[in-house]
């Protein structure tokens, strides 16, 4: 397996919602409404501006949502979104913006698993998870070193 991205699904409000996480996480963002695609014949009329497909990119990081849903839309505890964060600085940053209208379960703190770690769930009812681990990163930054 390459990666596995997560894909969230919107009830009408796609485009608040992704243009929110590029507010927060910076990157491209890419949006096609139901309008704008091949499909829009075959749907109904007033789903025109709906979103079909929306990705946000950043490096290695892919967030993609949509307003289409085959089912009612319940919205549930069963995905979080684990952001890997490059320093502490940068998880409370990114907590800072993310938790905005949201609710900060858990601020950013030290764990005993040495990672420096906070959770929060966004206006939107998404859970994040903000993960910086110092050992890692250190060790990656020597693994650059020595490679060069």
């Known amino acids: 397996m390459k990666q596995i991205n997560c894909y969230l699904t919107f009830n009408g409000n796609c485009r608040e919602a992704m243009n929110f996480y ?21 749907m109904p009329p007033q789903m025109k501006n709906s979103i079909m497909h929306a ?6 990081v892919v967030l993609m949502g949509s307003d289409l849903c085959p089912e009612r839309l319940i919205q549930g505890n069963t995905v979080s979104l684990l952001l890997d964060c490059s320093s502490e600085e940068e998880v409370r940053t990114c907590y800072e913006k993310l938790a905005t209208g949201g609710k900060a379960t858990h601020p950013p703190a030290n ?18 998870l903000l993960n910086f681990m110092p050992e890692v990163a250190a060790v990656s930054s020597r693994e650059a070193t020595t490679a060069v």
């Open 22 to 42: 590029k507010d927060c996480l910076g990157g491209d963002l890419y949006i096609q409404t139901v309008g704008e695609s091949p499909m829009a014949d075959q």
């Open 55 to 60: 990705s946000l990119t950043r490096g290695g």
């Open 111 to 128: 764990t005993f698993w040495g990672a420096y770690f906070g959770d929060l769930t966004d206006k939107y009812g998404n859970l994040w």
